[in-house]
């Protein structure tokens, strides 16, 4: 696509979508902060990983959606963070599509860690593609 084609949004916009995007991380990467050993074991549920390194997952996780919070929110860091955040997003999509295809029930699907747990259901990984869609749509603009 031509640089002319393109829809020219106004830099608000993008930036009100890029600190849409920065709450979102600062808050899952909050929940799972404040209970890492409880979001181990959700993790731990997906059935994905040994149990050995599940709690340094768990904390790299934690480290990586707050790290991203922080990029979206600072202009200098907007463009890569918001490259983070779509494939953050895009791997909680597969992850959790994956999981669902397998069968596995979950209550809590972890995006929030132990709080605000709720079930995993096939409207979770989509909202992981609105997600994308918003990193895209930010990345592509910064």
Known sequence: ???ADRIAWPVPATRLVAWILALVFL????????DVAGFAAVLDEY???PRAPLLPI?????????GIAVGLAQPRWR???AIAAGAVS?????VL?????RGIPLENCGCFGVFLGRPLTWATPIEDLILLTLAVFVARRT
């Open 27 to 34: 808050a899952t990467g909050l929940g799972k902060a404040l």
């Open 97 to 101: 599509t994956a999981t669902l295809i």
């Open 1 to 3: 696509m031509r640089q």
């Open 79 to 81: 463009h890569g963070g």
């Open 58 to 66: 768990a904390a790299l996780i934690v480290v990586v959606e707050l």
């Open 90 to 94: 895009a791997a909680n999509a597969l």
């Open 47 to 49: 059935r994905l990983f």
